[in-house]
């Protein structure tokens, strides 16, 4: 569990292509937001792409993705470098 500041700060320092932080900050007990970050520790907003994203979910158009093009999973901590 990290702040938005070191979400953005792992981002470029492990120059990821992105990264995404589940966030309730500002939502009822029983819900959670999502706040997505593009490489180079970009936002991604309603400006951005965000609504682009919401439109193609709406629509159902998100395609299948090769298994073999997926990412995979690392747990690292970037606290010591972030503080």
Known sequence: MVGTEEMYFATSHLKASGGIEVTASHNPID?????????????????TGLLDI??????G??????????????????????V
């Open 61 to 82: 158009r998100v395609a299948p993705v090769d298994p073999s093009a997926r990412g995979k999973l690392i747990k690292q901590s970037t606290l010591d470098a972030y």
């Open 31 to 47: 819900y959670n937001g999502l706040k997505p970050i593009r490489e180079n520790s970009k936002p991604i907003s309603g400006d």
């Open 54 to 59: 919401k439109r193609l979910a709406e629509e």
